[in-house]
């Protein structure tokens, strides 16, 4: 069992920055591949971003590549989403999600967080 917990969300400006944080417990989340994403309303929940188990794949949604980074620290079993010159059309919920031993995923986790706001006043 992994326990996941978002923290970071909050109110910018547009062109301000975020670092969503999540932090894994339980099992190791070093053996999951770690990754971001949101859902705004009235839309259906959508990709952001993946690291890999290893941290050396990275993956991103074409509307944040340039703009959002994805890392993690393994010592503290935490994987990061650094957010720069937020949009307004990045207000959204973000969920932090793990899959097992995986490079990449844009779905199917084995495991989600509860979720952390992030709202971008324009």
């Known amino acids: 069992q992994v326990q996941l917990v978002e923290s970071g969300g909050g109110l910018v400006q547009a062109g301000g920055s975020l670092r969503l944080s999540c932090a894994g417990s339980g099992r190791t989340f070093n053996s999951y591949a770690g990754g971001w994403f949101r859902q705004a309303p009235g839309k259906e929940r959508e990709f952001v971003a993946t690291i890999s188990w290893l941290g050396g794949r990275k993956n991103y949604a074409v509307s944040v590549k340039g703009r959002f980074t994805i890392s993690r620290d393994s010592a503290k079993n935490t994987v990061y989403l650094q957010m720069n010159n937020l949009k307004p059309e990045d207000t959204a919920l973000y969920y932090c999600?793990?899959?097992?031993?995986?490079?990449?995923?844009?779905?199917?986790?084995?495991?989600w967080g509860q979720g952390t706001q992030v709202t971008v006043s324009s």
């Open positions: 999600a793990a899959k097992y031993r995986s490079d990449y995923f844009d779905g199917g986790a084995d495991y």
